[in-house]
C-alpha cells in the first residue's frame, strides 16, 4: 500500500470531532458519556474562550450553550463570531439551551441548528448526523 493511500484510509477512520461549550459540568459530562459512546472525539470546555482556539481544535462541529456564565461572551455572540470569520463560517454550530425563544436566538447568530434543554438523546445525536453531513 503506498504512503497516500494509507494516509487517506487513516483520515476515512478518524472520529468526527465535536467541541462542546456548556457552563454545566453536568451537561458537560452527559454530552462527553454519549458522544464518545457514538464514536465520536470530543473537546469539552466549560468557558467560550475555547471558541479562541477553534483553529487549533479543528472541530467538525460545535455545540454551543446560550448562557455561558463567567465568559465575556454568550453563545450568540460566539456563533456570530465564527459565522464572520472566512476560515470557520463553514463550521457547522449547533445552540443548546433552554431559553423559550432558542429559535429567533438562532436564525440572529446564524446558527445551523438548535436543540432545547432537556434534550432527548436519540434527537440530539440525529440532528448531530445532520450537521455534520
Not at 504512503?3 to 462527553?32: C, P, S, T, W
Not at 458522544?35 to 469539552?44: A, R, S
Not at 466549560?46 to 461572551?73: C, F, M, Y
Amino acid at each position: 500500500m503506498d504512503g497516500n493511500l494509507h494516509y487517506q484510509l487513516k483520515f476515512l477512520m478518524m472520529a468526527r470531532r465535536i467541541l462542546v461549550i456548556d457552563d454545566d459540568e453536568d451537561i458537560l459530562e452527559i454530552l462527553n458519556i454519549i458522544f464518545q459512546e457514538n464514536g465520536y472525539d470530543i473537546v469539552m470546555s466549560n468557558t467560550g474562550e475555547a471558541a479562541e482556539h477553534i483553529r487549533v481544535i479543528q472541530p467538525d462541529l460545535i455545540l454551543l450553550d446560550v448562557r455561558i456564565i463567567g465568559s465575556a461572551k454568550n453563545g450568540p455572540e460566539i456563533c456570530k463570531e465564527i459565522k464572520s470569520q472566512l476560515e470557520t463560517r463553514h463550521l457547522p454550530v449547533m445552540l443548546v439551551s433552554a431559553e423559550s425563544d432558542l429559535s429567533v436566538i438562532a436564525k440572529e447568530c446564524g446558527a445551523d441548528a438548535y436543540i432545547r434543554k432537556p434534550f432527548d438523546i436519540f434527537d440530539l445525536l440525529a440532528k448531530t448526523e445532520e450537521c455534520l453531513a
